[in-house]
């Protein structure tokens, strides 16, 4: 599969075709923001540093949802035994739209289980900062719920520290499906104020306020996310993995069985939805 190499004089970023991925993000010196993947040995898209996820995020109980009385099965996965783990579009060859020196578009077309879609994702480096967008229109007869989100793995070290505003979070449980809701934060898992992020973290948060910063001291560095997602998935396996995830999505982890489907779409044929995401690259004040 291609990889295309794209920058300008404060980023560069390689893309590849397999699941729109982002296999690298450097600032001018050479560091990556990103983790990095090498596309000279085997990898897949779990081992990107970026990836879409869609037409849903995350997981969903039973790998099943009702909808009007009517029951779903999601499809397998070949990356999960048990669920439909971040949808499909991320394991997918995309088609290269859209070219220019610091840009790119890619286009995916999928029909699998009860989704039908066309999707159609745009990477583009402006200035210091990396800015991407989702679409996603569905070609089904039968409306369907849908959901999608950006799936980074920051660059991270051991004085690596996050901030943002939620106002509550849903703690993982039992097969990494989310507890109850809860608007009080364990000492751990609020950040507030700035704080390292320690141990397995597996957790979303809702209410979420659209900006998550990540500061590198030894770099004197600092990284912004936006988006106008109101959900984000902190993700660290451990403090030793080189690195941590924030996740903007659009809805909740398993809001396929929650009361009001909280941030699922409900599209009918030709009808679209869309999010977006910046990362901006400034230095530590």
């Keep these: 599969m291609t990889v295309y190499t794209l920058g300008n004089p404060h980023l560069r970023m390689r893309v590849s075709a397999l699941g729109a991925c982002l296999l690298g993000l450097e600032d001018d010196q050479g ?3 990103l983790r990095s993947t090498d596309p000279a040995q085997p990898w897949h898209p779990g081992q990107s540093a970026l990836f879409p ?3 849903l995020a995350n997981r969903v109980a039973g790998n099943r949802f009702e909808l009007w009385g009517e029951d779903y099965s999601l499809p397998e996965s070949e990356r999960d035994p048990d669920f439909f783990l971040h949808g499909d579009g991320w ?3 995309w088609q290269p739209v859209a070219l220019t020196d610091s840009s790119m578009t890619l286009q995916l077309t999928s029909q699998n289980g009860p989704f039908h879609y066309l999707a159609e994702i745009d990477y583009r480096l402006q200035g210091a900062s990396l800015v991407a967008r989702l679409g996603l229109t569905h070609l089904g007869e039968v409306p369907c719920l849908y959901g999608a989100g950006f799936h980074p793995f920051f660059w991270r070290d051991e004085k690596t520290r996050i901030r943002f505003l939620a106002s509550g979070v849903w703690q993982e449980g039992p097969d990494h499906l989310p507890t109850s809701w809860s ?8 950040f507030r104020q700035w704080q390292r992020p320690q141990g397995w973290l597996n957790h979303c948060y809702g209410g979420w306020r659209g900006q998550a910063e990540i500061d590198q001291p030894a770099r004197q560095q600092r990284l912004l996310v936006s988006s106008e997602c109101a959900f984000l998935m902190l993700y660290q396996p451990d403090e030793g993995s080189g690195f941590v995830c924030l996740e903007p999505q659009s809805h909740a982890a398993n809001a396929h069985h929650l009361a009001g489907h909280p941030g699922l779409r409900l599209l009918g044929r030709g009808d679209r939805m869309s999010l977006g995401m910046t990362l ?3 230095p530590a004040p």
């Design 31 to 33: 560091r990556p923001l």
């Design 53 to 55: 996820m869609l037409p």
């Design 91 to 93: 394991l997918q060859p």
């Design 183 to 190: 608007s009080e934060l364990l000492s751990n898992l609020d």
């Design 280 to 282: 901006s690259l400034r």
